[in-house]
């Protein structure tokens, strides 16, 4: 099993950067593909983006496509979310999952999560 621990998550005017940060513990990391999902406050947990095994190939979700760039490091055990061109609507709690099966996005598709970290966009 993995474990998986976000951070980098904070507050941010419109228009600015944040990094994320999701570090895994476990040895079925290498296997895994990774994705980022975002939670708006009163809305339905969302798929973000998602990267392969190998980091060769990447999937995005259309708000987000041109602006956030996801990534990962097998060595450090490591996927990264680097998020440009920040909007208020991207205000939301920002959750790290993977699974070992075929790069997906959906929320039921993920076998583990990490614990989430916030994110907030000011107008």
């Known amino acids: 099993q993995v474990q998986l621990v976000e951070s980098g998550g904070g507050l941010v005017q419109a228009g600015g950067s944040l990094r994320l940060s999701c570090a895994a513990s476990?040895?079925?990391?290498?296997?895994?593909?990774m994705a980022w999902f975002r939670q708006p406050p009163g809305k339905e947990r969302e798929f973000v983006a998602a990267?392969?095994?190998?980091?060769?190939?990447?999937r995005y979700a259309e708000s987000v496509k041109g602006r956030f760039t996801i990534s990962r490091d097998n060595a450090k055990n490591t996927v990264g979310l680097q998020m440009n061109s920040l909007k208020p609507e991207d205000t939301a709690v920002y959750y790290c999952?993977?699974?070992?099966?075929?790069?997906?996005?959906?929320?039921?598709?993920?076998?583990?999560w990490g614990q989430g970290t916030q994110v907030t966009v000011s107008s």
């Open positions: 476990g040895r079925t990391f290498s296997s895994s593909n």
């Open positions: 999952a993977g699974r070992l099966g075929p790069i997906a996005t959906s929320i039921h598709e993920y076998d583990y």
């Open positions: 990267i392969v095994r190998s980091g060769e190939f990447t």
